[in-house]
């Protein structure tokens, strides 16, 4: 005959079900509600307009009024077109070129900055430029490289007779590029640093004890080590090269007109459709150009992060 004590046991509700107890859950449970408001916006911010912009690319469509089917119109007629052509260029351009020189200077400035006096100060600096717009730094640029701006007044001072003429429409998205790679590389800089400030020291002790150079010391300890932040980067860069916008309008545009298109990226080939300085609206050639850059960029995300993490298992 059982005991109370054990009738009572025995009658008990179970504390675990499944291995999981009543406080992981009730947890569960609520990371439906709590995730709801948040996927609602996601949706209505993000994948709805998205939806929207594909559809309207098949059609021909001024902003106003109806729309005109036009399947897949809008895409060849955009390939076909030179100005979008070169758009590309210069968008590969700015990916590879700028996007090389600005990991390879920040490269460097943490190889340099790692175990310098006074790092804190120096990294402040680098990343100084980052903190301010990028609208503010193009109008900057514009005035610094004017025939008559500060660039040119320094090296005439300097004894340089004919200075460069930077703003010339053959050196302008040169300029550009210098432009962007400058005002990225701190950035940049300061990511890897504090990724190196996270590996021990006792690794780069016993690099100097075997007469490692700074060089090697970086490229066989810091570079495998913070490899997954140089990925995540990677990513990051590809990203924002993609969608190059702001510094490019403002700096190579006139007030209220469009840059040559000889400087366009692909993101100002869609506003240039959307918005001309002449002419009528054409929002499903620049919903086309949209489309194509989203496509590129998960393209390239995917692939930037396959080849880096297939690095990364070699490397461990």
């Not at 569960?28 to 996601?42: E, N, Q, S």
């Not at 998205?50 to 021909?60: E, G």
């Not at 990511?191 to 150079?213: K, N, T, V």
């Not at 924002?240 to 702001?246: D, N, V, Y």
Request: hydrophobic share 55%.
């Amino acid at each position: 005959m059982a005991t109370p004590v054990l009738e009572r046991t025995a009658a008990r509700p179970a504390v675990r079900v499944e291995g999981i107890g009543p406080f992981e859950a009730a947890r569960r449970r609520m990371i439906g509600p709590f995730l709801l408001p948040a996927l609602l916006v996601y949706v209505l911010v993000m994948i709805v307009p998205s939806v929207f912009t594909v559809w309207i690319s098949f059609n021909d469509w001024a902003g106003a009024g109806p729309m005109e089917w036009a399947g897949l119109g809008n895409y060849t007629e955009m390939i076909a077109d030179p100005v979008f052509g070169q758009s590309f260029v210069n968008t590969m351009k700015i990916l590879f070129g700028v996007g090389g020189a600005v990991f390879l200077i920040s490269f460097v400035l943490t190889m340099l900055l790692q175990d310098m006096v006074g790092r804190k100060f120096v990294r402040a600096v680098v990343f100084f430029p980052s903190l301010v717009p990028g609208l503010v730094i193009a109008i900057l640029w514009g005035f610094m490289l004017d025939p008559d701006g500060l660039a040119n007044s320094v090296l005439e001072a300097l004894g340089v007779a004919q200075p460069p003429l930077w703003l010339a429409p053959e050196n302008m998205f040169t300029t550009v590029m210098a432009g962007m790679t400058w005002l990225a590389a701190g950035t940049y800089t300061v990511i890897f640093m504090a990724a190196a400030d996270r590996i021990p020291r006792a690794f780069y002790e016993a690099a100097e004890l075997d007469g490692a150079s700074a060089v090697r010391r970086f490229w066989h300890i810091t570079m495998p080590l913070m490899w997954d932040v140089i990925g995540v980067c990677a990513v990051l860069w590809a990203i924002g090269a993609l969608k190059t916008f702001e510094f490019v309008l403002v700096f190579a545009g006139a007030t209220g007109s469009l840059p040559p298109t000889g400087l366009w990226t692909f993101s100002v080939y869609a506003y240039a459709g959307a918005f001309p300085s002449d002419g009528v609206p054409r929002y499903g050639i620049a919903s086309a150009a949209a489309v194509l850059t989203m496509v590129l960029t998960v393209v390239l995300t995917l692939l930037v992060r396959r080849v880096m993490g297939r690095r990364e298992r070699t490397d461990y």
